[in-house]
């Protein structure tokens, strides 16, 4: 009688091996981070504190003759115009036109224009929600783009220059340092350069014209405007006697006043 055969029997799963732990190379695990490394690393960050603490002090009081972008634009151009003009030698009308163009709220914030930066997102505008604050950071310390790492530092520096520089302080150095065409930079060499006057000279209708150029100073002209920019310069001119009138030109006109 035939038997039946036996059932196969079963292979066991193969037993998963747990891996062992590569081991840490012997140069990581001589290294005592927690007693070496991360004390190092926090003076590294103090000292880079430390020092951004102390260009701020320094520009409140110490002209910044060049900037990171002037000296960029003077080895691609070769050379550039730029003359530096006490605040209270510039025209008020130039103050107050570049104020009503590009931060009529200037006197009235801290530094960033929250409503200003709602309201550019809300329609969805690239330009429009820096502050004069913002721009004067950029400009002395940082450099020019739209990286977020760049937006990020000026955010954070724009605050502690407003804490430490007043804000005629941070009105005269962008007005100083900001471009009006391409090689030009600051009131004074725009004056020069436009109008042949100095910005001393200025008449309201002229203030207006350079403030005009501003969001586009290498695409546009003061001497030489096209219909838009004389469009933009009667706005201004209306800005600029607006905001003297109610009096947001005041945190930088009444020590030019005394």
């Given at each position: ?24 190379p ?31 002090v ?16 003077r080895?691609?151009?070769?050379a550039?115009?730029h003359?530096?003009?006490?605040i209270?030698n ?18 009235l ?19 429009g ?23 990020a ?24 340092v ?24 200025l ?9 005009a150029i ?16 004389r469009?933009?310069?009667?706005k201004?001119?209306d ?12 945190c ?6 005394d």
């Amino acid at each position: 009688m035939a038997t039946d055969p036996k059932p196969a029997r079963k292979r066991k799963p193969a037993s998963k091996k747990a891996k062992k732990p590569v081991p840490k190379p012997v140069w990581y695990r001589r290294i005592d981070w927690r007693g070496q490394v991360l004390p190092w690393a926090k003076r590294g960050a103090l000292g880079i504190l430390g020092f951004v603490a102390f260009m701020v002090v320094v520009f409140a009081i110490l002209n910044p003759v060049r900037t990171p972008y002037m000296l960029a634009e003077r080895i691609r151009l070769g050379a550039i115009e730029h003359d530096w003009m006490a605040i209270e030698n510039i025209a008020p009308a130039a103050a107050r036109s570049v104020v009503a163009a590009e931060d009529a709220n200037f006197c009235l914030h801290w530094g960033l224009d929250v409503a200003e930066i709602r309201k550019a997102l809300d329609q969805g505008k690239r330009r429009g929600a820096s502050t004069i604050s913002q721009q004067t950071v950029k400009n002395v310390y940082l450099w020019q783009g739209r990286s977020w790492t760049r937006k990020a530092a000026e955010a954070l520096l724009t605050p502690l220059v407003e804490a430490v520089w007043t804000k005629r302080r941070i009105l005269e150095v962008y007005l100083n340092v900001v471009e009006f065409g391409e090689g030009v930079f600051g009131i004074e060499a725009a004056a020069r350069h436009y109008f042949g006057v100095s910005s001393a000279d200025l008449s309201p209708t002229q203030a207006a014209r350079l403030a005009a150029i501003l969001p586009d100073p290498k695409n546009r002209s003061a001497s030489n405007p096209s219909s838009f920019v004389r469009s933009q310069a009667s706005k201004i001119l209306d800005g600029a006697a607006t905001i003297e009138a109610d009096g947001r030109a005041a945190c930088f006109e009444i020590a030019a006043e005394d």
